[in-house]
């Protein structure tokens, strides 16, 4: 039956060419042009516009080091300059030898394939061009087609053979001979699951098309036909070093290599070097680049440029050939993921989620946590984004670091950095609270550390101290509902639905926010932080450095997005009293003490600023650290069970950790210091008074860098 479907399918073919076949060949082309001809104009849509599936690659900062691919289809376009003269060579003598000769049809071909097919009853030879295939090829891929449609494009009928004459004749007008035989090696599947010669080289040799030999090229070539039946790696490797041999005899034929050089070819064994390429996230390298790939993935899903929907993006990722840089710096990212293993194994149940960001254009320089991002059920084994949030994960408390909302509301409300009043060891406030913290049924915190805390202080040393009792009649005088907005506002997301409901509907009454109650993420954390680092300049956090589409046209997408949520005098007066922390005296020397004083050496003296932040009972320790190039945040907890406190003892742990990380972010990069505020925000009187020198707290390092 089959036979007689060919016939039949043959015979309605030669009734276009027999009249044609004793013509010469000059006139014979023109006799084809004219019998099949069709409008560029009139060509399907996947043919006058293809959009052919191609894998996208992600690459790290330096845009060289490949981290991962994302694909349903493993194929990748390149120029035809950068594939091998020998295996352009190797492919038109396989596939069709006369491809520079003759036109869209070649009708002495495709009747001795009748003759030859119908004799045998089976398909010995072929008659469709190289232009002729690349069309079905298309046709059959077209994302945008239905299954019917794709279906159609390899259906044995005399009118499917004729439409693919037709389109392959406007093809040949519309486009080069070059240009038609790059997309076919970008397009025609090579088996292994490679498509395109990029695919081929890897998945066959390891290689990249622009380096294949001889005996590689022809080799490729003749997989063409019949990918299952020659392939060398799953199949039969007799047959695929055969086929490998005529397509070499068919080079000698054509003049592309001497008969010495194919019969040395052939002598060659087949030396295969298979070669994987990754897709997805879990196949990313290296291996520590996956919690960051996540990310990446999960911003990409709500970028619109992409696609309408969350879906439509994923689906655009998978199949659009874009060529995407990260912005993880590979050098702070190893130093972040070797920081955060060092404070906790692998397999511990505890966690030190650590994210860099850069001031000023939100870019992520590093996302890490003592996790293996990984599908097993292995300990230590998860996907859950734990640095970044989402889905499930909503966050940690991150303490007194929220500290710096409160006073950035105070300040951008009119009151100075010397804003000074009593903190007492327990202070009585207005909010109403049945809680652990309550007194007579009213919100009543309490200082940690009461010798060391309590007494008269300002916004220098209530920051410097970590000075619960200050900072809660601070946002008493502000309002909570501003301490809550400005949060929001440099870009913390309350993902835990108690944490938005309470910020939407209660936010007056939210007397303990400042003690960093809600949950956060370090991401966003560091983020915040970055934002006054960058004087008030808030930057969405952004992993990418740049993104091209499958026609190298770059995608805006990728540019930082940004916006002044802060007068700069505001924000510099809250990086000023960020430096008391860290052990460093700020632009007026006013700082008295700090909870990671060490820091200041740790980055050898260089202007940093930074908080610490406790939760309650000691349930999650934080530390973030800024200097106006990269700020570095970095959250001890429990994920799995928030009440499993880290102890008080891990602190030091993670302020080391951090510190190492914004150390390495900012290694080889020139001494930059912040910008003083003016004395109108830092002092109620608007003149800064005399200082003694040197101030308590602080030691030569901070002469130096004051």
Known sequence: MAKWTRLAIGAGIVGVLVAAAAL???????????????????????????SVPQASRLYAADGKTLITTFADLNRTDVALADVAPVMRQAIVAAEDTRFYEHGAVDPRSVLRALVANGRSGETQQGASTLTMQYVRNVLKTDPRATDEERAAATQDSVGRKIQEMRYAV????????????????????FGAGAYGIAAAAQTYFSTTPDKLTLPQAALLAGLVQSPDAYDPIHGDQAAAQARRGYVLDSMVKAGHVSAADADQAKRQPLRLDPGSVPNGCTAATPADSRFFCDYFVSWWQQQKAFGDTPQQRLAALRDGGYRITLSMDPEVQET?????????????????????????????????????????????????????????????????????????????????????????????????????????????????????????????????????????????????????????????????????????????????????????TPLDLANAYATIAADGTYCAPLPVTGITDANGKKVAAAEPTCKRVLEPDVARAAVDAARCPVGQRGAFGQCDGGTATQVSTMLGGRPVAGKTGSAEGNATESFVGFTPQAAVAGIAANPSRPADGVGAAVQQDVIAAVAHVLGRAVNGQPERGFTPPSTAVAFENGSSPAVPWPHDGYGEQARRYP
């Not at 406007?170 to 599947?189: F, P």
């Not at 710096?404 to 000074?420: N, P, S």
Request: with cysteine.
């Open 170 to 189: 406007a093809v040949e007008h519309a486009l080069t001979k070059d240009e038609i035989l790059a997309r076919y090696l970008n397009i025609v599947y």
């Open 24 to 50: 010469p060949s000059g006139l014979l082309a023109g006799f084809v042009a004219t019998r099949v001809a069709v409008a560029t104009t009139d060509l399907p849509t996947a043919l006058a516009q293809p």
């Open 336 to 520: 972040a993921t070797k920081a955060a293993t060092e404070v906790y194994d692998y397999d511990s149940p505890r966690a030190l989620p650590i994210a860099a960001v850069q001031p000023g254009t939100g870019r992520v320089l590093a996302l890490a946590v003592n996790r293996h991002y990984s599908l097993d059920k292995k300990p230590g084994d998860t996907v859950d984004q734990l640095v970044a949030g989402g889905s499930s994960v909503t966050g940690y408390q991150a303490g007194s670091t929220f500290k710096l909302f409160t006073m950035l509301a105070a300040l951008e409300a009119g009151q100075t950095l010397d804003t000074g009043f009593d903190a007492p060891s327990r202070l009585r406030t207005h909010w109403a609270d049945g809680g652990p913290a309550s007194c007579d049924g009213f919100y009543c915190p309490a200082n940690d550390n009461p010798s060391w805390m309590d007494g008269y202080r300002t916004m220098w040393t209530g920051f410097g101290r970590s000075v619960n009792t200050y900072f809660v009649r601070l946002e008493e005088q502000v309002g909570a509902a501003k301490a809550v907005e400005m949060a929001q506002r440099l870009g913390i997301q309350f993902r835990a639905k108690s944490d938005a409901e309470r910020a939407s509907n209660d936010a007056d009454d939210w007397g303990s926010f400042t003690l960093g109650v809600a949950d956060t």
